[in-house]
């Protein structure tokens, strides 16, 4: 069953159409990786799913329910989170108040401090959690935003190139962290450049390209189509 | 024991400075003296004081809205005068018997609450905000002071009280309890300083528990990135617009007090210099804590009005700098500033590096 579908989902800014037609569907429980160059119209997608930007035509269907006028609140609410592409954290705050004003959402007291521990442990943030979160390096930021997002207990994680600026090992760690989520329950669509990270999480791959999808399949049938390659080397506009 | 512990939390929770027995120890001392204060001084002093405390609510309600909240409203002062001039009207019309003053008083701050509730729905609803928010709350405050100051011929008048224009109303009857075997009536001296004194204890605890509340953890969280805060599933709006309320009551009850303190109000009391300095307050005390906006306050208007001994204009120009120098030098305020490295001090003893 799809837990996340969008139908004919259009979007454009003025003349320039920025997301055509797009139709995608997410198996629960999986989790999918969606890839293509710059400008393929990867982070108006995901705009468009949180409900940051309107669609000029078409719908999403979330769990069964059509949430294309929802605002984003509320489509958090029902059981969506997201980690941004640049860590959307509170600086001025320490990591672990960081995580307990997403937790408090269905936590309080004494639960809500052993939850906050857990995820300090979980995300490798345990010695830090005192510190400001602007203070963090920027692995850690990266890992207390996925912390924050998953700290809503989401049944559909949203990940924006999780590993940008990450160094090989903390991509590795990241994507062990993303199965490790997986593996209980949630389903996963993240925006990445990184093969390696793509490879190791990824069963199902979906390449935009200008605005489009280009095309589906599993990471080793999308590498080997020679159509992906040209448009990554700027010659598929033709 | 729990609910004991959850108590402290809130009291002295991660969005308040000041903790621990020294600063509890501290904040008791200055309390006793506070208490102490009427028994050493004259009454006039008292009442002087008084003056002084009934402008700290709105300054603590700025601090909410602005420091915590993250939005700046330039227009604090159209609810200090709209709740100013209710009590007026009220209480012209219909007297101080029956402990009706406190009905007044409290129908004066239900007034701005109400007020506060339009327009911040026009406000955060339309997804206004930063500059924008203060031009529009300025704008409020200025439209009100221009109205009420031509509302000086006998036309203008609400029941029997006339608003008078530009020389504002007076004459009202200050607060008065009722009390078995006659009511007391709290002239600008002792009895009233203890109500304000009291008041203000009850704000200032009340506000720490806030901050440090779930409510208080959504507000930062949306001063600190907004677009975050949506993002976990709070609707940002609703927590913008419920600061705005309590900043208003906050700065209503200031002028409520205000106008019963000195039985009258003016528009100029909603004016460009007036609207100014409650944000001159709270930003050289520190808007981000409430400790220090309290402080500061109190610290700004003694130093003010020591200045305006020599002259107003010349303190205003003083207020102006001191402003200018806060942002400059110290752009979370100087006791918010000072406070931080008092602490680094200390922890730097602690551990040496």
Redesign the interface.
């Known amino acids: 069953m799809s837990i996340l579908e969008t139908r004919g989902l259009n979007k454009h800014f003025g003349g320039l159409h920025v997301t055509a037609d797009v139709d995608l569907a997410l198996e629960e429980g999986e989790i999918h990786c969606l890839i293509g160059p710059n400008g393929a119209g990867k982070s108006t997608l995901f705009r468009l799913i949180l409900g940051e930007h309107t669609p000029s035509s078409g719908s999403i269907i979330y769990a069964g329910e059509e949430i294309t006028a929802l605002k984003s609140f509320q489509r958090i609410r029902r059981g969506m989170s997201v980690k941004f592409q640049v860590p959307g954290i509170f600086k001025a705050l320490s990591a672990r108040q960081n995580l307990e004003i997403a937790l408090q959402h269905h936590l309080e007291g004494g639960s809500l401090n052993a939850e906050a521990d857990r995820l300090l442990a979980f995300l490798n943030l345990s010695e830090v959690g005192a510190q400001l979160a602007g203070n963090l390096s920027h692995g850690q930021k990266q890992w207390l935003e996925i912390g924050m997002a998953i700290s809503l207990k989401p049944k559909l994680l949203l990940l924006d190139e999780p590993t940008a600026g990450m160094s090989p090992t903390e991509t590795y760690a990241t994507g062990e962290i993303v199965k490790t989520l997986n593996a209980g329950g949630v389903t996963i669509l993240a925006v990445e450049h990184d093969m390696s990270f793509v490879r190791q999480v990824a069963r199902r791959v979906t390449v935009l390209h200008l605005g489009r999808i280009f095309t589906q399949g599993t990471i080793d049938e999308v590498v080997a189509d020679e159509r992906v390659a040209a448009i990554y080397l700027g010659h598929g506009h033709a | 024991m ?1 609910s004991q512990l ?1 108590f402290v939390r809130l009291l002295q929770g ?1 969005q308040t400075l000041g903790r621990g027995p020294l600063f509890w120890g501290a904040t008791g001392v200055a309390l006793l003296a506070a208490v102490a204060y009427p028994l050493l001084a004259d009454g006039y002093t008292v009442g002087n004081t008084v003056y002084f405390f009934t402008w700290a609510f709105m300054a603590l309600g700025l601090c909410v809205v602005w420091g915590y909240g993250g939005t700046l409203s330039f227009g604090q002062t159209a609810f200090f005068g709209l709740s100013g001039y209710t009590y007026g009207v009220l209480t012209l019309n219909f007297g101080a018997a029956y402990g009706f003053t406190l009905v007044a008083l409290l129908a004066s701050l239900v007034f701005s609450a109400a007020f506060a509730a339009v327009l911040g729905y026009f406000l955060y609803f339309g997804r206004i905000s930063g500059v924008f928010l203060g031009i529009v709350t300025l704008s409020v405050t200025l439209v009100f002071e221009r109205f009420m100051a031509q509302t000086a011929g006998p036309e203008w008048h609400i029941g029997i009280a006339r608003l008078n224009g530009y020389n504002g109303m007076n004459g009202m009857p200050p607060l008065t309890l009722p009390w078995f075997g006659g009511s007391i009536v709290l002239f600008p001296d002792v009895g009233l300083y203890y109500l304000v004194l009291a008041l203000l204890v009850l704000t200032y605890l009340g506000l720490r528990i806030l901050v440090n509340s ?1 409510f208080g ?2 507000l ?2 949306i001063r ?2 907004p ?10 709006r609703k927590y913008q617009l419920g600061a705005f309320v309590i900043g208003a009551v906050l700065a209503g009850l200031s002028g409520t007090l205000y106008t019963a303190w000195g039985q009258y109000i003016t528009p100029s009391s909603m004016s460009i210099t007036a609207a100014a300095l409650p944000i001159v307050w709270v930003a050289v005390g520190g808007r981000g804590d409430l400790t220090a906006t309290l402080i500061g306050t109190l610290a700004v208007l003694s130093a003010f009005q020591a200045l305006t001994i020599y002259g107003s204009q010349y303190a205003l120009v003083v207020m102006g700098v001191l402003l200018v120098t806060t942002v400059l030098i110290a752009p979370a305020g100087l006791i918010v500033t000072f406070a931080k490295f008092v602490a680094r001090m200390r922890r730097g003893r602690k551990e040496p590096a």
């Open positions: 729990t959850q991660p779930k953890n959504v930062v969280a600190e990135n677009e975050r805060a949506e993002m976990l599933g709070y609707d940002v």
